[in-house]
């Protein structure tokens, strides 16, 4: 008998494998039955991720049990080879096409979390160099993070209660005996994130129509997006670090940094979930560059040679932006990703735009558009400098064109929410 071992909520960093047999369906073509695929379990028999490339897919795609097609073609869920599979191309298709089914979690209280941890975000990134900024500039922070504590301060969800205070206690760069001590800030955020995050899975569970598959679904993606938030945050860090670029650099920081950094490519080499792959695989290389350089500008700095290891170390910083530059653009994609599934809906339903959705969508589109022509201000640099493959004309082409068949005249025909939908999918398959 086929057995599988149980997986309650699916993490990126701790997978479950299993090997088995199923028949997947394909457009246009006979089923195929594949013999002993290696996957890793999303949802217990229902719902997988393929594990490299064969048969037609890609590594990184999601494989949905299709129930009612299995029986219409003589199978049965005692027959697992005879399980029909239905492949998507990537995490975030196969979430819009769960989305059809039922509402989302997101489209309620998730806004204003999201909002909420991209300010804590703000805060912990700020902190940072506080100790380094004038008065105004730290009153500037305090006042920021402080309203933001006030503008939640009636919550009543003990997790969200937590979060508050949490922000609160990080809105005040002294600590509890008076003294200057932004150190400690990170921490602080840190915890509201976690309190946040716990919220999230809280209303996953409120709404009794959303789907396992779906809930599955968007908690994978949202692990993945908090691993990227990590690389984006480690990159940012480096790049300020005096360790590595200031006149705190010592041979053994620069190797005990390296060792973390060779760690975290090894890991990134392990995840799957497209689109996310071609990221991660390119992060892991860079970062595996990294820590050959450095270890070799370790090495002149040991022996004496120290204008060698800091010419060594300015590739490293270079490296660090182009890393720092490819997990933030990410961030950009999210967004639009957020529009699809609204639209797939809109689409699927034929249900009418509201005027302030509209204006919604559209001040979106040109805040995404808008930001992807400025500079990177972390680096100072174009979003895609020194990118293989060049994306942010691509993207933002692509973007203008889905703004302005939202923004189509009534004389026209109105929005085109279909056309609107098509030139969204050219934009994110770009990322």
Not at 22 to 40: K, M, Q, S, W
Request: net charge positive.
């Amino acid at each position: 008998m086929y057995k599988e071992e149980r997986v309650r909520l699916p993490d990126p960093l701790e997978p479950v494998y299993v090997t088995r047999d199923l028949t997947l369906a394909r457009d246009g073509e006979d089923p195929l039955e594949i013999r002993e695929i290696r996957l890793i379990i999303l949802v217990n028999r229902c719902l997988y991720l393929t594990t490299e490339d064969g048969h037609g897919l890609k590594t990184g795609q999601v494989l949905w049990r299709n129930l009612a097609l299995t029986e219409r073609r003589g199978g049965s869920r005692s027959e697992p080879a005879s399980e029909q599979f239905i492949a998507y191309d990537s995490l975030n298709h196969a979430r819009r096409v769960a989305s059809l089914l039922e509402p989302s979690y997101r489209e309620v209280e998730d806004p204003d979390l999201r909002k909420w941890l991209k300010e804590l975000d703000w805060m912990v990134r700020t902190s940072w160099t506080l100790h380094e900024v004038s008065e105004d500039d730290q009153r500037a922070y305090e006042w920021r993070a402080a309203s933001v504590a006030d503008d939640h301060a009636r919550v009543q969800n003990r997790n969200k209660v937590a979060a508050v205070g949490r922000t609160a206690q990080a809105a005040s760069i002294k600590d509890t005996l008076g003294r200057p001590n932004p150190g400690r800030l990170p921490l602080v955020c840190f915890a509201g994130e976690r309190a946040l995050r716990k919220r999230v899975n809280e209303i996953r569970g409120i709404g009794r129509r959303i789907s396992w598959r779906q809930l599955v679904l968007e908690h994978y993606i949202d692990r993945l997006r908090e691993i990227v938030l990590d690389l984006s945050r480690s990159a940012e860090h480096r790049l300020r670090c005096r360790v590595l670029f200031g006149e705190d650099r010592t041979v053994s920081k620069v190797r005990l940094v390296a060792a973390s950094m060779e760690g975290s490519a090894r890991t990134l080499r392990t995840l799957v979930g497209r689109p996310f792959n071609h990221t991660f695989q390119h992060v892991a290389t860079d970062l595996d560059t990294c820590v050959d350089v450095m270890r070799r500008a370790a090495e002149h700095a040991k022996a004496g040679r120290i204008d060698e290891g800091t010419a060594l170390m300015a590739g490293v910083k270079s490296l660090l932006q182009k890393i720092y530059r490819s997990v933030q653009i990410l961030q950009f994609h999210w967004q639009l990703e957020e529009i699809l599934v609204q639209t797939s809906r809109i689409k699927r339903t034929s249900s009418d735009l509201s005027p302030s959705q509209q204006r919604v969508w559209h001040d979106e589109l040109r805040g995404v558009q808008r930001r992807l022509y400025q500079t990177d201000p972390v680096t100072g640099q174009a979003w895609d400098d020194g990118f293989r493959r060049k994306l942010v004309h691509g993207v933002a082409s692509q973007i203008h064109l889905a703004d302005t068949c939202l923004m189509q005249p009534l004389s026209a025909g109105g929005p085109n929410i279909k056309q609107m939908h098509e030139h969204l999918k050219s934009a994110c398959k770009r990322f």
